[in-house]
């Protein structure tokens, strides 16, 4: 090292040519003629009076710039041999960020001109959900309510039930105004077949509505029947479990949040539980009297609590899954008998109950434990519906059943319509309904022999041949594959709407939420 042109010594005084007498030692730094500094030992704080690393600065450091906007502002080219941390002081491999992260600009993994926001060159694995993030948030969202949350959950709907979804992200829809398309907007819809599994056994109304289980079984919920059906998707096989009482004994189930499945009380006097685990059936008593047809129907709602449909009740049943206790909440005015078939849960938070005598929809708020109704015009008659099913849209289509039109009920308006696409097959036509993978409805025959199909978007209604007629389903359930099970009734089969188009699979979600799993 060449003679020191410059000396600071004690931090605090500084000398320009030193004496020839001075020594180096460890509290130097030094510059010499080619321009270097040399601190030979200890720490260095700038901007600050007390440290203990190497180098600690108070402010912001430039690097290949002379004004830095940032504590580290570096203008070029930089490599680092070692582990980065950010948000983190122990990084575990060469990048390791803590926290959320912000970039602006396109991100090239693979590859030094990306194209897009993220442009990736070669195989990506993906633990998780790819998408918006309202896909692992949305069907998990409290019903407060408010709007947000209302509006979040039916963006969720309609997108899982897109095309662009069930394709793995192709386009769902074909681009108009362009220089090769002014006016093609074809919606590509799902092929749907129908088909049967033998169920040796089932007599006159066997069994009415079905609950999906955790195991990916489907529960038939027994009415005359004293056997609990079970459908088994993965070995397409029926099978039962003895110790139901019969005698009409329940109508519609739930599936509770901790697995456990309530049949809903019709002429029985107990709710009736299944636990899937165990394959075992136990009850809870009520204070109903026996052969009352008191209800049809169940919704599972955010506080636990299970609402019980009043078909000749004329009170609102309630079932808390915490206590496993019954108790009920008098309608004012009382619908009537035959009053409701089913219910609806619905994003802002209120249930739905489906007229089927009733010459009013029923509403319930779960908040405020109030009853009220809404009037129909047209007043669609007796026998008009049996069940509903939450449209992506947010709107509830009404099941005819006796009526010579499909229902629609807008939560937004609070308004009442009928679609006219719909014709009237024969009396009874259809119980129950339920989504399908592409979001149009598939209507559950019952006496008609033909299954109905319903098209939100395009408000249109049509049909698929085979059905047997003669009674033959009650309720329908959505299962993971994207098929449809048709409960059996009075025939003895199960009926299977068979989708064959769907690149993907529909979320789990819009199988299992309470707005879809229940009769």
């Avoid at 203990?52 to 570096?74: E, K, M, P, R, W």
């Avoid at 010459?359 to 319930?364: A, K, N, R, Y």
């Avoid at 119980?431 to 592409?438: F, K, S, T, W, Y």
């Amino acid at each position: 090292m060449s003679e020191p042109q410059l000396f600071i010594k004690a931090r605090t005084n500084y000398y320009a040519n030193p004496p020839s007498t001075w020594k180096r030692d460890a509290d130097y730094w030094e510059k010499d003629t080619s321009t270097n500094l040399f601190y030979m030992s200890g720490n260095i704080g700038i901007g600050y009076a007390n440290f203990n690393s190497g180098l600690i600065v108070n402010g912001n450091v430039g690097i290949g710039t002379s004004f830095a906007l940032a504590q580290l502002d570096v203008s070029g080219n930089s490599y680092f041999k070692g582990n980065i941390g950010i948000g983190t002081s122990i990084p575990l491999v060469q990048l390791d960020v803590s926290g959320n992260s912000y970039f602006k600009g396109n991100i090239g993994i693979g590859t030094s001109l990306s194209l897009t926001q993220l442009d990736i060159s070669g195989n990506v694995n993906v633990r998780g959900i790819i998408g918006d993030s309202f896909l692992d948030t949305a069907p998990y969202l409290v019903f407060d309510g408010t709007t947000t949350v209302r509006d979040i959950f039916i963006s969720w709907m309609k997108y899982v039930t897109s095309y662009r979804y069930r394709s793995k992200f192709a386009s769902s829809l074909i681009k108009t105004n362009t220089w090769w398309n002014t006016s093609s907007t074809v919606q590509v819809y799902d092929s749907l077949t129908y088909s049967t599994v033998t169920a040796t056994g089932i007599t006159s109304n066997s069994y009415q509505g079905g609950v999906l289980l955790p195991d990916g079984r489907v529960i038939f919920v027994p009415h005359n029947a004293t056997t609990i059906g079970v459908f088994n998707p993965t070995t397409n096989i029926y099978s039962t479990i003895s110790g139901a009482p019969g005698t009409g004994a329940y109508v519609g189930g739930v599936l509770l949040s901790d697995g456990r499945v309530i049949f809903i009380p019709s002429n029985g006097t107990t709710i009736g539980v299944f636990n899937p685990t165990t394959n075992a059936y136990s009850t809870f008593s009520t204070t109903l009297s026996a052969n009352t047809a008191a209800y049809y129907g169940g919704v599972f709602i955010p506080d636990g609590r299970v609402i019980l449909i009043p078909f000749n009740s004329t009170s609102i049943g309630i079932f808390n899954s915490s206590t496993n206790l019954y108790s009920s909440i008098t309608m004012t005015p009382s619908p009537g008998n035959y009053a409701y078939v089913g219910g609806v849960l619905i994003p802002d938070g209120r249930i739905i109950f489906v007229p089927y005598n009733a010459t009013s929809i029923g509403i319930f708020n779960p908040k405020t434990n109030v009853y009220s109704t809404i009037t129909m015009s047209p007043t669609p008659g007796n026998d008009a519906y049996y069940g509903g099913v939450l449209l992506p849209d947010g709107r509830v289509l009404f099941v005819p059943h006796n009526a010579t039109s499909i229902g629609i009920f807008d939560p937004k308006t609070d308004t009442f319509s009928i679609n006219t696409s719909y014709v009237k097959p024969v009396n009874y036509a259809y119980v129950g309904g339920a989504i399908l993978p592409d979001g149009r409805v598939v209507l559950v025959p019952h006496s008609a022999t033909t299954i109905g199909i319903f098209n939100p978007i395009t408000n249109n209604y049509n049909t698929i041949s085979g059905a047997p007629g003669g009674g033959a389903y009650r309720g329908g359930i959505f299962i993971p594959d994207g098929r449809v099970v048709f409960v059996p009734t009075s025939v003895a089969t199960v009926g299977i709407i068979n989708v064959t188009h769907s690149l993907r699979p529909p979320p789990l979600e819009l199988c299992y939420h309470p707005c879809f799993n229940k009769l």
